[in-house]
């Protein structure tokens, strides 16, 4: 599993704004509630292939039409949690523990436990 930091997360946020839209036209696009733009075989085999790339990077895409997804990171007091970012934020700014999910997002940055 790979642990992402929030510097990390933040510099790839623009690929991942593109990957997040490809895999959204096509979920759009599957239901009925957008035009293909560009043959839906095709927008399909890209969707595919953007969610290929986001699991190599063990990024978990949560819903694919609002965009919402999760990075795992590991803090400084060896907490696990998640990095939450929705389409249409412009930037990584909040996180959550695994249990708490979406609802339980606080904003960035995460105390570490540190004293």
């Given amino acids: 599993m790979r642990y992402w930091t929030v510097e990390e997360a933040r510099a790839y946020l623009p690929r991942l704004k593109e990957l ?5 036209t096509a979920a759009l696009v599957r239901a009925g509630r957008h035009p293909s733009p560009n043959g ?5 085999i890209d969707a595919e292939e953007a969610y290929q790339e986001m699991r ?3 990024i978990i895409l949560r819903d694919a039409t609002t965009g919402l997804l ?3 990171a590991q803090g ?3 907490v696990v949690y998640f990095l939450c970012w ?3 934020e412009d930037d990584l700014a909040w996180w959550h523990l ?3 999910g979406f609802p339980g997002r606080k904003p960035l940055p995460r105390p570490d436990g540190r004293p």
């Fill in 20 to 24: 997040v839209e490809v895999i959204r």
């Fill in 40 to 44: 839906r075989r095709s927008l399909l």
């Fill in 56 to 58: 190599a990077g063990d």
């Fill in 70 to 72: 999760d990075f795992h």
């Fill in 76 to 78: 400084g007091d060896r």
């Fill in 86 to 88: 929705k389409r249409g």
């Fill in 98 to 100: 695994p249990e708490d």
